[in-house]
């Protein structure tokens, strides 16, 4: 059985990505074959792609993707709870050695059954593909860490991308105050259509004092941070003084000082911190599917692009033009 995979050679831009057919056989013990029906992209691949990710990249042959949803096409020996014909999403789970082995920018792939969930009948693809990790990501950081509580203020910085938009929703559902930074004013009225309740254009000057005024001077119980790089003890000028800055990203890219302003509270979050835990996982799950059922959670999906215009998919990611999810869909 062939897949058609994304793969790289060499680290550069998105010219590199280029399709190839690749033998990927059946399914092993605990394994699954899926054929993939949509694949989300994350800000990670880009990361992988150029060399500045926190691993790097296994060369020639690189593979890439950590979300995609589709169908289980077969299931190896072992494998209890999945059946072929069953939709699903699939997940990257810290048991993975990696997404440039196990990277799921494929229209099939054969994964660890420990990766799926099962996906709702009335879930198509797209949406499959687009909403687990953003919202784990920002599920995991705001509530399980950040103890996120209604009333509080929450500020999340580039607002716009596929993360930042899952935690301005569950901030929302939750009932504290959303409050949008973003680069410029171009997306403001995304923001607060996304459910952001303040949206404040870092480009203006001025985030603290901003923040400082809508939260009547006491600052943020909790600042979400994907940016980092040398704007960050600034940032944290804006965290009242029972709050914490939870870190997750490096869009910055650039070397991130870590904030003198004492005493704060500086958390460094992974998705991991809630995969190492069965019992964090599944309140995320309830959670998740609750929001989405509730329709208080929606993944925002910004453009599908075809699985053979992968480069282009990267260079609009790039771009950073978009709103929320970049999904690349494959015809069978
Ligand atoms: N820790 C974890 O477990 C975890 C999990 C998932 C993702 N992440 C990280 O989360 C971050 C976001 O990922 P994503 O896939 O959601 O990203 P994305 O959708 O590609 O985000 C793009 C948006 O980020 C903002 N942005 C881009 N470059 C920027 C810069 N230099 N300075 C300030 N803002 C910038 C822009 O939004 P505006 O136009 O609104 O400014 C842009 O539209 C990445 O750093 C990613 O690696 C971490």
Redesign the pocket.
């Known amino acids: 059985m062939k897949a058609r995979t994304v793969l790289f050679d060499e680290l550069g831009g998105p010219e590199v990505l280029y399709l190839a057919d690749v033998e990927i056989g059946e399914p092993g013990p605990g394994q699954v074959r899926v054929r993939i029906d949509a694949f989300g992209l994350?800000?990670?691949e880009v990361?992988l792609r150029t060399g500045r990710y926190y691993y790097d990249a296994v060369l020639p042959g690189s593979r890439l993707g950590t979300e995609a949803a589709g169908v289980v096409e077969a299931v190896g020996p072992g494998v209890t709870g999945y059946a072929a014909g069953e939709a699903v999403s699939i997940v990257a789970k810290p048991n993975d050695e990696g997404m440039s082995v196990h990277g799921i920018y494929a229209d099939r792939a054969i994964v660890a059954a420990e990766r799926l969930i099962r996906r709702p009948e009335h879930m198509d693809a797209v949406t499959g593909a687009a909403i687990w990790?953003?919202a784990f990501?920002s599920y995991g950081a705001l509530v399980e860490v950040g103890g996120l509580q209604p009333g509080d203020d929450v500020v999340v910085t580039?607002?716009?991308?596929?993360?930042?938009l899952a935690a301005v929703q569950i901030a929302a559902h939750l009932g504290a105050t959303p409050i949008a930074v973003?680069?410029?004013g171009a997306?403001t009225d995304r923001l607060l259509a996304a459910g952001a309740k303040h949206v404040i254009a870092a480009d203006d000057g001025n985030v603290v004092k901003q923040v400082h005024a809508l939260t009547g001077e006491r600052g943020a119980r909790l600042i979400f941070d994907?940016?980092t790089g040398p704007d960050l003890p600034d940032l944290a000028q804006a965290v009242a003084p029972d709050g914490m800055l939870i870190v997750?990203?490096?869009?910055?890219?650039r070397p991130t000082p870590l904030p003198m302003w004492w005493p704060i509270n500086v958390y460094g979050?992974?998705?991991f911190h809630l995969f190492a835990d069965e019992e964090r996982v599944l309140r995320a799950e309830t959670f998740i599917s609750d929001g989405l059922r509730a329709g208080a959670l929606a993944p925002v999906i910004d453009r599908t692009f075809d699985l053979t215009d992968i480069v282009e998919a990267h260079r609009y990611?790039e771009s950073?033009t978009?709103v929320g999810k970049i999904v690349v869909t494959a015809r069978h």
């Open positions: 994350n800000r990670g990361f990790v953003p990501t580039a607002a716009s991308s596929s993360v930042g973003t680069r410029t997306k994907g940016v997750y990203g490096s869009l910055d890219g979050y992974a998705i990611m950073n978009q």
